[in-house]
């Protein structure tokens, strides 16, 4: 198991990359030491083990020591005024947004980071399930690992190349995913809009924001305040 942070890249008007997104891809494994002799590895080698219950504990070590750092390290100076929020997904292991530990970690050094959660039912809401999970898993593929080690190395390399471009793709889904739920009065029986991304951005004319109807949005502020 992975945890994965992305954001929407960010580019400059001549289209040059400012910031790519990717945050870092964080692997659930322990090192331990080996207790007896095989044929592989010799007595006290150490070696790379999943971790095969991620608890509230792990989630929350991994989102302080881990993410949080990676956050501070490549976020954009020109944003960190901003607050910045991390979507999870309702899995159990995840914490709660008003966690006291973690609450305490993400106002340091200026920043101001909070946690929230991805709408329930609603796995079109997440960038990673939308199709960033699938673009990194198809680079994957490619290869062969044998272990562990390998297998972390492989997910880790498919991650660092995978291509902004196409991350930015994703972000422009979910907001046309966003457009779709809203005319669906909240639900989810939809399919996934298509825009042909990849020749509208051939055309120069990709845009930051997918357009939505004020009808549309008149309806579902209509049905909030039911």
């Known amino acids: 198991m992975f945890m994965v942070a992305v954001a929407r890249p960010r580019f400059d008007v001549n289209g040059v990359e400012l910031f790519s997104g990717k945050i870092g891809i964080f692997p659930f494994v322990v ?3 080996t207790k007896r002799n095989s044929k592989n590895r010799t007595t006290g080698t150490i070696e790379t083990k999943p971790i095969l219950s991620v608890t509230k504990d792990i989630t929350r070590a991994c989102l302080i020591e881990k993410v949080l750092p990676a956050i501070r390290s490549v976020w954009p100076a020109s944003m960190s005024n901003a607050p910045i929020f991390i979507q999870q997904d309702n899995a159990r292991p995840h914490i709660g947004v008003n966690d006291l530990e973690f609450m305490e970690a993400a106002q340091r050094d200026g920043f101001d980071i909070k946690l929230c959660f ?3 039912n609603s796995l079109d809401l997440n ?25 972390v190395e492989v997910v880790e390399k498919s991650f660092n190349e995978m291509k902004i471009e196409r991350l930015n793709h994703v972000f422009l889904t979910l907001q046309c995913c966003m457009n779709e739920v809203m005319k669906d009065s909240g639900g989810n029986n939809y399919k996934v809009p298509h825009m042909n991304k ?29």
């Open 118 to 120: 991805q709408p329930p």
């Open 31 to 33: 090192k331990e030491l």
């Open 127 to 151: 960038v990673l399930d939308l199709g960033f999970f699938r673009a990194i898993q198809s680079l994957q593929y490619q290869n062969a690992p044998s272990n562990v080690d390998e297998l």
């Open 198 to 226: 990849e020749r509208i951005e051939r055309e120069n004319d990709l845009p930051l924001q997918v357009r939505c109807d004020v009808d549309v949005v008149n309806q579902a502020l209509t049905l909030l305040q039911k």
